[in-house]
């Protein structure tokens, strides 16, 4: 299909109209190649481009020669994800079509001008997209162009080259049961209010277990993201409590909601330093109140609380927490240099985030807590606060997942690039077409209704739409924790390669690997040298 997609079709444009307002003039594919070669406009063209500022300019000529770095299938696939459509709808607007066949020839013309050697060329589309001429809306051309994020089509490019080798056949697995429905528990839940006298920090926490709660699995406690709350994961705490794991959901009080709020209020900082230190100590602290729960007087957990086998799961600077307790080291000092001032407006909301850190007195920070055994990290801050090898110290098996879409913590930089740090045991988890909020409990997100669509924000897929996505967490969420009981084995079938492809849905191809296949480190490898070109130009 993908090769008959990529044939040029019979009639091609060969000239653009290009509208500006109440101007337009129409300029040749001929004289487009030329102004990519060259950076000259046309002589034709002169009096329309005298119109034009010198950063449009520029940004005409930058976009033409733009080469974005993925290949037919890569964007075939994209594009008939969720995030896809939305990138078709946003490009439509660009194009003046009278007939109701533009979003069609828009699709046919970007996965023909992803045939190129060396990726998608916006030029390569323009040519190939059908009809004897392509009217272009030059205004609102400059919006989306602007939005035009390389990270975001390089971790579309990884995610193709992580892809099943074998994805032209149907994988022949047999499964125990359905991992993503629920288990034979009945689950119930329980709120603490916990204090550390010895921090002075009041932490809440709900316990999730069910009647076949058992000693012989680990306890999981739940870190949350960045201004957000303890149930923001509530249907996987459910899921697991149903299967016998008892689960612990802590708020960090330094960057909850409350928190949050009080900073927009101008009544406290957003986020202090001291906040990546005191989040991995919360969960030490919960570990030690549930031990003290274990041995103490009769109660529905006594003597079923594991907690010297602790798995830690964490969503985005939750994932960064989670990391630290397995043993990733903080590094400051490696801050201070990536952080700089004039570098901050490059930086996604998740580094800026990260950049908090620099202020932290010393230069490196171990936050090791020998009784976390295992670790998830949901789409984990980690790009620069472990620094370039604070990674490498991390202790335990890592479960990593990253959504191709995320615009906060861009998959790419922040996941899949540390992903070669961390020592095995390890397994990351790509979802194509999922974004930022995707995997959080529909419960604990804020309405996305009327907030904009930009490069860095906007766009999630969320709710009902993310619920293939929610249900494919359960199932590998759930298979990673049974690694630390008897019943391994009998789980290992859900963290595998092929589990991920028949998992797959339409809207939603998922991926898994343990190492990264040498195609897909040719990106990673292309994003490192790019970087180090921009830090040498510093």
Known sequence: MIGQLAKKPLQAAETVVVRYGAFAESISITELKNLAKTGVFPDSFKSYTNKLSEEQRSLIVG???????????????????????????????????????????????????????????LLSSIAAYPGESLEINLSQAFKVFKSLNTAFWQTQQFMSAIAPQLASRD??????????????????????????RKRDRKLPVDIYWSNIASIEKPVIVFSHGMGSVRHELRYLALHLASYGFVVAAVEHPGSNEANTNKAIAGKSRLLKPQEFLERPQDI????????????????????????????????????????????????????????????????????GLQCVAQELPENSYQLRDERVKSIVALNPTSSLMFGETGLESVEVPTLVLASSADKTNPALTEQIMGFRQIPSPKWLVGVVGATHLSVKDPSAIVSQEGKPNTPLTGGEVIGEKAADIRKFVKAIVL?????????????????????AQ??????????????IPPDAAKVIETVISEQLGVRSSE
């Not at 696939?77 to 194009?95: F, K, P, R, W, Y």
């Not at 109701?100 to 992803?114: H, P």
């Not at 298979?479 to 390669?497: N, S």
């Open 63 to 121: 976009a033409l020669r733009a080469k974005i770095p993925i290949n037919v299938a890569a964007m075939s696939n994209l594009l008939s994800t969720q995030i896809g459509s939305t990138i078709l709808e946003d490009l439509a607007t660009v194009i003046q079509r009278e007939d109701d066949a533009g979003a069609i020839a828009l699709r046919e013309s970007l996965i023909l001008g992803a045939s190129e050697p060396n990726g998608f060329s």
């Open 502 to 515: 028949i998992a797959s849905t339409g809207e939603f191809p998922f991926r898994l690997v343990t190492e």
């Open 171 to 196: 994988p022949e697995l047999s499964l125990p049961f359905d991992a993503t429905q629920p288990g034979s528990g009945e689950v119930e839940e329980m709120n603490l209010n916990l204090h550390d």
């Open 284 to 351: 030490s602290f919960v570990i030690d109140e549930l031990e003290n729960i274990n041995k103490g007087a009769d109660n529905a957990l006594k003597g079923k609380l594991a907690t010297d086998k602790v798995m830690v799961v964490g969503y985005s600077f939750g994932g960064g927490t989670a990391l630290s307790i397995a043993g990733a080291r903080l590094q400051p000092q490696s801050l201070r240099k990536r952080c700089k001032k004039g570098n901050l407006a490059i930086l996604s909301f998740g580094q």
């Open 479 to 499: 298979a990673f924790a049974a690694q630390l009981t008897p019943e391994a084995d009998k789980y290992k079938v859900f963290l595998t390669p092929d589990y």
